[in-house]
């Protein structure tokens, strides 16, 4: 098996790309999937989030308000790292579960936004980054996801700089090309991951003490 850490900026494309590696036959293991379930009501991962930052960031249905904690959070570098501190382990403990159950010969796709400033890249075989310019970054959220450039910036902000992805990427996709070229992109990419998960599976294990 071959654990892949996937990661990019905030509107870089790492959504498309880790679509197109399902595609290809990828195991996909979503770390924002993930954070999402490891703090649904009635889990310890939302206690904790509500012990933190108080009832102000539940909704009226006892569910978490996300719009109301970014806006606590991704402004204040502090209350980034509490909640970072929160949900990391949780999703950390989920994601290898998933993994343990992944065939011997696996591409394992673990998408992760904040692999670069949470300092992951160890626990990959792998970093895969995708990389965009951030004016197309801006662009994709204001266009896109509706964001004010205000608040796209802060959430451009408050992540790693591209420079700092770029620098623990050891295979780099560049999401500034139309849709075509990057399928082509993401299709050398997997044969190349193909190729270490077959070679990874040759490799005869070392003997348990």
């Given amino acids: ?19 197109l590696l399902v595609e290809c036959g990828a195991v996909l293991i979503d770390a ?18 509500v012990a933190a930052f108080g009832e102000e960031v539940l909704a009226g249905d006892g569910s978490l308000d996300r719009p109301r904690l970014g806006s606590l959070v991704f402004a204040d570098p502090e209350k980034l790292a509490v909640l970072n501190s929160i949900v990391h382990p949780l999703v950390g403990a989920r994601s290898r579960e998933l993994e343990a159950a992944a065939a011997e010969d696996a591409v394992v796709v673990h998408d992760v936004p904040l692999l670069t400033e949470n300092g992951l890249a160890p626990l990959y075989d792998v970093v895969v980054v995708v990389d965009a310019d951030p004016a197309t970054q801006l662009g994709r959220l204001v266009r896109l996801r509706g964001m004010t450039e205000g608040d796209a910036r802060a959430r451009m902000a408050a992540q790693a700089t591209r420079e700092q992805r770029r620098a623990i990427a050891d295979i780099v996709i560049d999401n500034d090309v139309p849709l075509e070229e ?12 193909t190729r270490r998960a077959q070679a990874s599976a040759r490799t005869p294990r070392p003997p348990q003490e």
């Fill in 182 to 193: 990057l399928r082509r992109r993401v299709k050398e990419v997997w044969a190349e991951l």
């Fill in 1 to 19: 098996m071959l654990s892949v850490g996937l990661t990019g900026g905030i509107g870089a494309g790492k959504s498309e790309v880790s679509r």
């Fill in 32 to 49: 924002d999937r993930i954070a999402r379930e490891v703090v649904e009501p009635g889990t310890p991962g939302l206690e904790a989030v």
